[in-house]
């Protein structure tokens, strides 16, 4: 599996919404640093489950819509003698 990886830009918004969330739900400060290494954690340790849902969110919607596409096809098939 290759890593889960975010732009600069991304990390900079994320690091800054959990330094936000710290504060304002728990009541820690936590500096830019630091976020950015819970970042990390959180990324490497938990966003792998997220990904692997989202995968078999995905395969389960192809799986039904190949089953749609089969059951057309069936429909417009022609009877033949051969």
């Known amino acids: 599996m ?3 990886e975010f732009t600069q830009q991304q990390k900079e918004g994320l690091t800054a919404a959990l330094q936000k969330y710290c504060a304002d739900e728990l009541e820690i400060e936590i500096e830019q ?3 950015w290494f ?3 954690f959180v990324t490497n340790k ?3 489950v997220y990904y692997n849902k989202g995968l078999s ?3 389960s919607v192809v799986e039904r ?3 749609d596409i089969a059951d057309e096809l069936y429909q417009i ?3 033949s003698e051969f």
């Open 2 to 4: 290759s890593d889960i």
């Open 33 to 35: 640093f630091d976020a």
């Open 38 to 40: 819970l970042l990390e």
């Open 46 to 48: 938990i966003g792998p």
């Open 57 to 59: 969110d995905a395969q």
């Open 65 to 67: 819509k190949m089953l």
């Open 77 to 79: 098939e022609k009877q």
